[in-house]
Every structure is written in structure tokens, then in C-alpha cells.
């Protein structure tokens, strides 16, 4: 199912407020692929893709004022309650949709008053988790999950009274170069301007002037010359027995991103050294390296430092390593 991905798209068509008609057939749609999202798994017990692109599916329904299942409801409900939306720092972003959701259904009044109530505190109960995955740098989970979290305090009325929220702010406005991607900018820019997806399905869009205009991008600025960086991939246990798994330098243009650096590698010596990424709407994401692929059933991924032992906060076709630069890929549980 294509929940996530359609979800986003007819947030951002709601909020280009466009007529009625066009895509009434692509509400049908996500509601079709809420239910199909589940069926496939319904074993599992929980969605085919995530609980992220179903609380998103959930969350698009209530922009656009449809109502949608209360089972539906409840299953992002039972699992919030049981620790089931993720682990760590992956669960910022999750639990942040999955409340937007419920606060929308709760302010909407698209489900019954018993359902709102429960909705109510667990959205509450959500942005207090927020408040708690906060580090000592102001970043909530990750630089791409702050945003949600932001925007869960601007729709529950806690960035007034919430220390978490101004502090999560500077942070972002210190790292807006990280947001580089449609999707990620897309995120960003209604924090920036005091409002959450929330605030879609109230614009005024009678209101709404028709000034667009075609905007001249300037080409980016070729960096002459050539750089070399350190490229480590490290397995530790119990995955592996052998810690350092690879460890070379590898020259590439001076303009080259962590996604160029990879692939020069793989071109240099394809026995040696090999990776897939994954395309998501927020960029390629690494899902396997020299043939050891993360799984979330096993609970890892690979998580990207630069040494000695700084997480990137940036994706890996966005992130330009320095001149000298050590980037270690880590097979890493969450």
C-alpha cells in the first residue's frame, strides 16, 4: 500500500487549496489502503508499511473532514498504549504523527465523545514523551523528527507553557540547512511559521490570492577541485564477529555528497565494498551494506557517525563530508 506516500500528497494538495472535485477519487483511495495496510498483516497484528504512514493515512482522512473507522482509531490507540509505535529516537516522529491524528479526530468531533476523551489524553500523553526524548542539544529524537514534535506542542496548545518547545525552535532554526528535500522542507515550513498540519483544513482559501510565480532556480556553484574521505563500516556483535569490516580511503570531487562517497567506493572495488538505499520521501535511505541489510524485525540500522562519534543529522544524499573526513557506517539497534 501507498498510505504514507498518498497521505502527504493530498495534505499539500489541501493546502494549495484546490477545488473540490479533482481528488475526491484519491480520498477513496487512502481509505481503501488504511484498510489494505492492515489486512496484509492483520497476523502481525500492525500495519503492512508502519504505524508512521498509517497514523499519516489517519491524519490526512480528518484534513480533508472524513471520517474514518473508529477501529481504525483504535488500533493507533492500542498500540500507543502498549509501547508498540517504535524504540528509541525512531519513535519521535510516530508518536508525533499518531498524535496530530488524534488531535485532529478530537478537535474535528469525527469520532464520539467516549473515543475523544481517550484521544485527548493520549495526545497529551504523546507530547510529554516529546518533551522527554528532548537531548541536551534541543533536538527531539533527530533533526528530521523535531519538526513533528513541534508541530504535536503547536497543536495541543502546549508551546506556551512547554520549556521543550523554544528549545527545540533554536535548535531547528540552528540546522535549517539539514532540510533540503521537498518532503523534509515541507515539514518544516508551517513550524517556522507558528502552525501544524492541523491548520490545513481551516485556511481561508476564498482568501487566498492567486500571485504565484514560476521561481528562477540559480544553478549550484561547482566546487573545483577533489577531496578524499575515510570510509569505515563497522558490524559489531552479535551480528558479527569482526568489528571493522571495511576501512578505505576514497577520493571523489570536492562537491560530492556521502551518497557520491558511497558509490565511488562501490565502483572502486564492486568485491569489496557494496550498499542499496532505499528511496523514501525524504531521501534515499542506506538499508544494506556489504550485504548485511537492517531489518526492523531484528531492530537494527545503519546508523551514519563522523568520527569519532557524532551521529549525522543529515541524509546521506544531503550530508557533503569535509576534506580528511572520517564517516563510519554502523550496524546499530534501536
Known amino acids: 500500500p501507498h498510505t504514507g506516500r498518498l497521505a502527504l500528497y493530498l495534505l499539500g494538495l ?22 489494505e495496510d492492515w489486512t496484509g498483516s492483520r497476523r502481525q497484528g500492525h500495519p ?56 485532529c479526530l478530537e478537535r474535528r468531533r469525527l ?62 532554526l540552528e540546522n535549517l540547512e539539514a532540510f533540503g528535500t521537498a518532503a523534509t522542507m515541507a515539514q518544516v515550513l508551517p513550524v517556522l511559521h507558528g502552525h501544524s498540519y492541523l491548520d490545513i483544513s481551516s485556511m481561508p482559501c476564498g482568501e487566498e490570492p492567486d500571485t504565484l ?19 569505515v563500516v563497522e558490524c559489531p556483535l552479535p551480528w558479527c564477529y569482526e568489528l571493522r569490516l571495511y576501512d578505505r580511503l ?16 562501490a565502483a572502486l572495488e564492486p568485491r569489496d565494498f557494496r550498499f542499496h538505499a532505499q528511496d523514501t520521501p525524504q531521501g534515499p535511505f542506506l538499508t544494506q551494506v556489504l550485504g548485511l541489510e537492517a531489518r526492523q524485525e531484528k531492530r537494527n540500522y545503519w546508523q551514519i557517525l563522523t568520527a569519532p562519534n557524532t551521529p549525522l543529522q543529515m541524509g546521506i544524499a544531503d550530508y557533503r563530508p569535509q576534506d580528511g573526513e572520517t564517516l563510519i557506517l554502523r550496524l546499530s539497534e534501536w
Not at 473532514?65 to 524504540?87: C, P
Not at 521561481?215 to 577531496?227: F, I, Q, S, Y
Open 111 to 172: 469520532v464520539g465523545t467516549g473515543l475523544a476523551a481517550k484521544l485527548r489524553v493520549a495526545a497529551h500523553e504523546a507530547s510529554r514523551n516529546m518533551a522527554k526524548a528532548q537531548g541536551p542539544d534541543g533536538i527531539i529524537g533527530n533533526i528530521y523528527s523535531t519538526p513533528w514534535a513541534l508541530q504535536v506542542f503547536l497543536a495541543t496548545g502546549e508551546c506556551q507553557t512547554e520549556p521543550a518547545f523554544g528549545q527545540a525552535m533554536a535548535a531547528l
Open 48 to 103: 503492512v508499511t508502519s504505524y508512521y504512514q498509517y497514523g499519516l493515512g489517519v491524519l490526512a482522512l480528518c484534513v480533508h473532514r472524513k471520517r474514518v473507522r473508529e477501529e481504525v482509531v483504535q488500533r493507533l490507540l492500542t498500540a500507543q498504549h502498549h509501547g508498540r509505535l517504535g524504540h528509541g529516537g525512531n519513535t519521535v516522529d510516530t508518536e508525533a504523527v499518531v498524535a496530530l491524528a488524534f488531535t
Open 213 to 231: 510565480t514560476p521561481l528562477d532556480m540559480e544553478p549550484l556553484a561547482e566546487v573545483p577541485g577533489n577531496k578524499t574521505v575515510q570510509l
Open 14 to 35: 489541501q493546502a494549495t487549496c484546490p477545488p473540490l472535485s479533482p481528488h475526491r477519487s484519491l480520498v477513496t483511495w487512502l481509505k481503501y489502503y488504511l484498510e
Open 250 to 265: 576514497v577520493p571523489v570531487p570536492a562537491a560530492a555528497s556521502l551518497l557520491d562517497v558511497l558509490q565511488a567506493a
